[in-house]
């Protein structure tokens, strides 16, 4: 099935090999630490289950290339605590196109305050993560088709307050796609690798710096190579409309008729 790097006593990943699942928790908060990652108490054991059914089914459907706890933890977890750290209490958040689950079903398991919401457009990429978050023992609602259409059909009560977007399609794509329905979310947060610079510069040429500010607000390592993934946020553009001069609470004042002048004197 899977297999593990629990670490060397240098703090350099071990020989991959064969884990037994018992041990998996332990070798994903062992990996965390070695990777300075926070993670917070008591979750090792919901990540460990979530990471056992989806390696199951990747047997099945290819879901993932992360079949190891160090890929697992250095670019799965890495991604989602990334993201962790950029939502507020509570918020509703949808993961578009979320494929095997991440960084969605992630995020649920270290931020249970969230409210989080799985999406893809394939279907039977749908139905696979919806069977491995059941077996996980999550309620995590998914929805099969456009992620567009879902968001579009949300009200001012249920709205997402965040789009969480990973290897999905360039940065001009998801513009086009969702800055139509800004008025139904509240931000983008797009986890985008080492050709950021270049699709946000595609962007700005585009013109859609005019509707939209597009801001880096995280950056990592990706382990085993010099480059990072970032997180940038895009919210539409603020359009504000110039203020009105101060208005008076008395009522307009005619002024006085001009004193007739006098004859002049001859």
Excluded at 72 to 80: C, K, L, N, Q
Aim: hydrophobic residues 40%; glycine residues 8%.
């Amino acid at each position: 099935m899977s297999s593990t790097n629990s670490g060397t006593p240098d703090g350099g990943p071990s020989p991959v090999g064969p884990l037994d699942p018992s041990a998996l928790p332990l070798a994903i908060r062992a990996e965390c630490e070695r990777l300075s990652l926070p993670l917070p108490l008591g979750v090792e054991e919901g990540l460990a289950a979530y990471a056992t059914r989806l390696w199951e089914w990747n047997e099945r459907l290819n879901l993932t290339r992360h079949t190891d706890v160090e890929r697992f933890v250095s670019r799965d977890v890495a991604d989602a605590v990334a993201v962790a750290g950029h939502l507020a209490a509570g918020e509703r958040v949808l993961d578009v196109g979320t494929g095997g689950g991440v960084p969605g079903v992630l995020l649920a398991i270290l931020r249970p305050d969230l409210r989080v919401e799985l999406s893809d457009s394939v279907a039977k990429k749908a139905k696979a993560v919806r069977a491995i978050v059941a077996e996980a023992g999550l309620s995590i609602p998914v929805h099969e088709g456009a992620a567009q259409e879902l968001v579009s059909r949300r009200g001012e009560k249920d709205r997402f307050d965040a789009l969480v977007i990973r290897a999905v399609a360039p940065l001009i794509k998801l513009l086009n796609w969702f800055e139509p329905l800004a008025d139904h979310y509240g931000r983008m947060l797009i986890i985008k690798g080492p050709r950021w610079e270049e699709e946000k510069g595609e962007a700005r040429h585009r013109g859609w710096v005019k509707k939209v500010t597009v801001r880096r607000v995280a950056a990592w390592p990706i382990q085993g190579s010099d480059n990072e993934s970032v997180l940038l946020e895009v919210r539409l553009r603020e359009t504000r409309e110039p203020s009105p001069g101060p208005v008076s609470s008395h009522p307009p004042t005619s002024s006085p008729p001009p004193a007739p002048r006098s004859p002049r004197k001859r």
